[in-house]
């Protein structure tokens, strides 16, 4: 299993922005980002291949950006216009799988998960 490292959680108050990184100690074929809020199931947020085909979900579209700019081992979420319901510890997650679809209808089954960090927006 590949080892991740997740970094840049913290508070910011509603409308703000952060930006998460994930590091990765191996290769991947798809990152994702996940989220989980206390009572609530862990829910994919975002996720991109290595061939740049990126997916966000409904609650983050417009909002928040996956990148992997320097074609490497790190993946960005870029977390703008925060709402009180982001609140939540954040995981990224890496896989083998080369399809943006298949890594979709089996998410979160897939690959090595980091430790998480939490995201708390408030005022």
């Known amino acids: 299993q590949v080892q991740l490292v997740e970094s840049g959680g913290g508070w910011v108050q509603p409308g703000g922005s952060l930006r998460l990184s994930c590091a990765a100690s191996?290769?991947?074929?798809?990152m994702g980002w996940y989220r989980q809020a206390p009572g609530n199931q862990r829910a994919l947020v975002a996720a991109i291949t290595r061939g740049g085909n990126t997916y966000s979900s409904d609650s983050v579209k417009g909002r928040f950006f996956i990148s992997r700019p320097d074609a490497k081992n790190t993946v960005y979420l870029q977390m703008n216009s925060l709402k009180l319901e982001d609140t939540a510890v954040y995981y990224c997650?890496?896989?083998?799988?080369?399809?943006?679809?298949?890594?979709?209808?089996?998410?979160?089954?897939?690959?090595?998960w980091g430790q998480g960090t939490q995201v708390t927006v408030s005022s």
């Open positions: 997650n890496a896989a083998t799988v080369g399809f943006m679809s298949e890594y979709l209808r089996r998410a979160g089954q897939l690959g090595s």
């Open positions: 191996g290769s991947f074929n798809v």
